[in-house]
Nanobody, 119 residues
Framework: VQLQASGGGLVQAGGSLRLSCAAS????????MAWYRQAPGKQRELVAA???????NYADGVKGRFTISRDNAKNTVYLQMNSLKPEDTAVYYC??????????????WGRGTQVTVSS
């Protein structure tokens, strides 16, 4: 199983970006999909998550600005980021809980995509 993330880049404050992360390989089921981020010198933190039933949760600092969604047919999770702020600058990582065998699901991570917001 591999996760391929895309959509990062450089944007001015107040702008928007949309991240995508597609899973490929021998996939039986995908459960929770999520986005994390890690800024320089800081720990990785959860940004947003969405369960396979569509329940979402967000970090307090992105509520009302970011929207997570998923396309189960494409094994893809999206993160629409609006009203971006310089403090959103970080490497963003996607995470998916995937059952690839008959055993329990495992966490898979994408490589990370850089988001830079200039002031």
């Amino acid at each position: 199983v591999q996760l391929q993330a895309s959509g990062g880049g450089l944007v001015q404050a107040g702008g928007s970006l949309r991240l995508s992360c597609a899973a490929s390989g021998n996939i039986i089921s995908i459960y929770t999909m999520a986005w994390y981020r890690q800024a320089p010198g800081k720990q990785r933190e959860l940004v947003a998550a969405i369960t396979n039933s569509g329940t979402t949760n967000y970090a307090d600092g992105v509520k009302g600005r970011f929207t997570i969604s998923r396309d189960n047919a494409k094994n893809t999770v999206y993160l629409q980021m609006n009203s971006l702020k310089p403090e959103d600058t970080a490497v963003y990582y996607c995470n998916q809980a995937i059952r690839a065998t008959l055993f329990a699901a495992s966490d898979y991570w994408g490589r990370g995509t850089q988001v830079t917001v200039s002031s």
